[in-house]
């Protein structure tokens, strides 16, 4: 049988009050009490002798203190009390590794978003890349065709200047019977002695063979010069000097040309 | 008033303070704020501080009246520990320790700490020289150590240099003289 006034003698009851026990121990006097109703006078006694003593010759708290509690304690059960708990114990403690966890997220979000924009410019920088390789290769283009263009242009130029000049005469060389849409003209400066020559229609060369020019003076063929075909078909083609002609003709004969023009193989005939 | 309701158990009380009825934190401050009260000043000596660190008490238990259970004991024990551990805290701050460098000593003073006379009112100066005349030198540092001062029976066994299976009974002992002198007893002696 549970003896109660031993229990209450034992002096367990002035260390509870006190707080010198553990919590199993602690849980343990908790049941008796509600069991025993003299254990639970026994330690309201003690705690109202021992606060009596606590607050003896200690001045009373200003009244103050009881609204500034009642205004500051927050009604808000909805709140989790241990979040509560939680956030008065580690509040300084906490809010410095909240600090760095969100700073970390914040970073690596960075860290990911600047990774995007590196690819997408890396990307944008290749297509860049490729315009301007291919820019530079038009630019090359257009720069040999307009060294073209001039050198034509030149060789216009001259051509004209030679057309132009008063001393020069035109021969227009026209097909003989077995060629009849062949023309030939030829550009003579009497003064300057100087031959010029431009193929308007003359079918291309057979293999081996070549056109020749010859100048007609007083009926005698002399050498004016082979023909390139087809490189100078168009512009004016530069000939060898004649001293005189009345007439000029183009032969087709073999590489490199002939002494004596070969008259059954006679394309173009004009005169002055 | 509110605060007259009467809680007809501890549990009823604590279970009122879980459901945040403003009530129950005016009944338990009524109840328990001037002992409270008494072991933060008997530790920092100082009214307008001790007055800070009551409302922290209060408003502590308040915010965490959700993790107490009776493992923690009666919620007077509860209280003075808390208390005990502001005032304690509040004691090794900085500021503190430089404008009361007289304080520093009381973790490990065993001596009771007599209240400055200007606090102090005269009515209540008497009522504590009664017990404390009569209250045997010994008892008193027990209880002080024990009930104020937050010593663990190891600790109160190793500073009174008594044994520690008789730190229990010395207690009980100091307590009853106590209640003797506080005429708490008397109710119980006609009891009994």
Do not use: H
Request: hydrophobic content about 40%; overall charge negative; proline content about 4%.
């Amino acid at each position: 049988m549970f003896n109660v006034k031993e229990y209450i003698d034992s002096g367990i009851l002035e260390l509870y009050v006190a707080g010198l026990l553990t919590e199993e121990e602690n849980k343990k006097v908790d049941e008796l009490a509600s069991q025993y109703p003299e254990i639970n006078f026994e330690i309201e006694k003690i705690i109202s002798s021992v606060s009596e003593f606590a607050s003896a010759g200690v001045p009373d708290p200003s009244p103050s203190v009881l609204n500034n509690i009642l205004k500051n304690a927050d009604t808000d059960t909805s709140k989790n009390n241990e979040n509560i708990v939680l956030n008065v114990s580690t509040n300084s403690v906490n809010s410095g590794k909240g600090f760095y966890k969100y700073g970390f997220a914040f970073c690596l979000v960075l860290f990911i978003v600047s990774g995007l924009i590196n690819l997408f410019l890396w990307n944008d920088l290749n297509s860049v890349k490729d315009e301007v390789e291919k820019l530079n290769a038009e630019k090359t283009f257009m720069a040999q065709d307009n060294e073209l263009l001039k050198k034509t242009l030149n060789k216009k130029n001259l051509d004209l200047d030679v057309m132009m000049n008063p001393s020069t005469v035109m021969v227009d060389l026209k097909g003989v019977e077995k060629s009849p849409n062949s023309n030939v003209k030829v550009f003579y400066n009497k003064n300057d002695k100087l031959v010029y020559l431009e193929v308007k229609d003359l079918p291309a060369p057979p293999k081996g063979k070549q056109y020749q020019l010859w100048a007609l003076d007083n009926g005698k063929p002399i050498d004016a010069g082979m023909l390139n075909y087809p490189e100078n078909i168009t512009g004016l083609q530069k000939m060898k000097p004649i001293e005189n002609a009345q007439a000029f003709a183009i032969t087709l004969e073999p590489e490199g040309g002939s002494v004596n023009p070969t008259l059954e193989q006679m394309v173009v005939i004009g005169n002055l | 008033m509110a605060a007259d309701i009467l809680y007809n158990s501890e549990f009823d009380l604590v279970n009122a303070l879980k459901r945040k009825e403003k009530t129950a934190l005016e009944y338990l401050y009524k109840n328990y704020s001037k002992a409270v009260f008494g072991i933060i000043f008997k530790i920092l000596n100082s009214k307008e501080l001790s007055e800070e660190i009551l409302q922290d008490v209060f408003l502590k238990v308040w915010n965490n009246i959700s993790t107490y259970d009776s493992s923690k004991g009666r919620l007077y024990t509860w209280l003075v520990r808390i208390a005990q551990n502001l005032s304690i805290d509040t004691l090794r701050t900085k500021d503190f320790k430089k404008n009361n460098p007289k304080n520093l000593d009381f973790i490990n003073d065993v001596s009771y700490n007599e209240p400055s006379s200007d606090e102090v009112n005269p009515v209540e100066l008497e009522g504590l020289s009664n017990y404390i005349n009569k209250l045997d030198e010994k008892q008193r540092i027990l209880i002080d150590l024990a009930y104020f001062k937050g010593f663990s029976q190891k600790e109160i066994s190793d500073d009174l240099e008594i044994p520690i299976g008789t730190v229990k009974t010395r207690l009980r002992n100091a307590i009853l003289m106590l209640r003797k002198l506080t005429g708490k007893e008397f109710n119980t002696e006609l009891n009994n």
